[in-house]
């Protein structure tokens, strides 16, 4: 038991310094982007390493969380991070009659179909319902490593919104430098949040299955029986 807890007790520590290293980059970034934001605006163009990236980091999250997270009342969870993918890629930043294009295009036109849509959100609504609220309640009382990244990417988010809002109503008296500094920042903030997920997701809840709510673990007996 002792051998446990300081193994669970060295993870945690080299999260917080993963963590912490992370902040710093992601900072010095920023002020970067604050005095050079013409240069690094090349970065920021659609179909842009930062936009790649972003969309990477989502697909990598989504398709982790099916294989880690299995079952009908988890599947939201694979399923948000592969819409919120789809949605950062655009069939037409790239070339007509390619690959990229033509599997962009036939998602769009499979995501217009009502029936597809109903079915997504019984899903999502119905998973979050069940499994999310209950789960992301007992993950904040005992201050899951995973919640609390989730919660900054959350704000992060949030921050990256409101730059989008300032700037669009501010965009008759903003300079071009000032409206290229917003317009990168907020790209970028969006790439930290598709991080952010994908750390979340891959951090998950521990091992142990007393920290999962009785249902999630009826839940996972049986899509997994034995």
Known sequence: MKQHHAITRNKDEALIQALRAAFVVAAAYLCAIAIWPLQISV?????????????????????????????????????????????????DVYSEGGLPYLVLSGLDALLD???????????????????????????????????????????VAVIAQLLEEVSGFLDANLSATMATRLFVMEETLEMYFSIGILAAVLIGWPKSNSEEIPHDQQSRRTTNPR
Not at 114 to 123: D, F, K, Q, S
Not at 124 to 149: D, E, S, V
């Open 43 to 91: 970065f920021n163009q659609e179909g842009g390493l930062t936009e790649t990236i972003s969309a990477a980091a989502l697909l990598v999250a989504g398709l982790s969380a099916l294989v880690r997270f299995p079952g009908i009342t988890r599947l939201y969870i694979g399923l948000v991070c592969l819409l919120l993918a789809e949605r950062e890629l655009e069939a």
């Open 113 to 155: 179909m009502t029936v597809v849509r109903i079915l997504l959100a019984v899903i999502i609504i119905g998973g979050f319902a069940w499994h999310g609220i209950p789960n992301g309640w007992r993950a904040f009382k005992l201050r899951a490593p995973f919640l609390m990244i989730f919660v900054l990417a959350g704000s």
